[in-house]
């Protein structure tokens, strides 16, 4: 059956049927550092509309190392390492990074830079989408699944 977006790897893959309740380019030092990258593409679904094949071939870390009992955890395939999610344990969001997570980024755009430090050092994005130190204003956290 054919999803509207869909990723993973080999072993276990993630689909959703439902639009992403948020699109950014994330510049905050948590992406940086699990990542590698100087910024990240990040979306985010609904914890409901973001479905896993088999949720038990999932290894589970905290993703941010400097808050362990944070709520997000990466989730990792058990079989070949690759990332497949972050997972929310309140039930809030499940999260890609498409091009990390089996995704094709260019039917899940950024719409707005995320988490933009202008003490930073870094030159503010001048790509014409709005710069904002956290989350875009308006974004509503979903009421746990």
């Known amino acids: 059956m054919s999803h509207k977006y869909s990723g993973g790897c080999d072993h276990i893959h993630t689909h959703?049927?439902?639009d992403p309740i948020d699109n950014h380019t994330c510049h905050c030092s948590v992406c940086k550092g699990v990542t590698g990258q100087d910024?990240?593409?990040?979306?985010?679904?609904?914890?409901?509309?973001?479905?896993?094949?088999?949720?038990?071939?999932?290894?589970?870390?905290?993703?941010?190392?400097?808050?362990?009992n944070g709520p997000l955890e990466l989730c990792t395939c058990a079989e070949c390492?690759?990332?497949?999610?972050?997972?929310d344990k309140e039930?809030?969001?499940?999260?890609?990074?498409?091009?990390?997570?089996?995704?094709?980024?260019?039917?899940?755009?950024?719409?707005?830079?995320?988490?933009?430090?202008?003490?930073?050092?870094?030159?503010?994005?001048?790509?014409?989408?709005?710069v904002f130190e956290g989350l875009r204003p308006e974004f509503v956290w979903?009421?746990?699944?």
């Open 16 to 18: 959703s049927n439902n």
């Open 39 to 68: 910024t990240t593409h990040v979306v985010f679904f609904k914890h409901s509309d973001l479905a896993v094949d088999d949720i038990s071939k999932l290894n589970r870390q905290p993703f941010n190392a400097n808050n362990p």
């Open 81 to 87: 390492g690759t990332p497949i999610m972050l997972d």
């Open 91 to 130: 039930s809030r969001i499940r999260v890609i990074v498409p091009n990390l997570m089996g995704y094709n980024a260019d039917d899940l755009p950024a719409t707005y830079h995320a988490f933009f430090d202008p003490a930073s050092g870094v030159a503010k994005p001048n790509d014409g989408r709005p």
């Open 142 to 145: 979903p009421t746990p699944a």
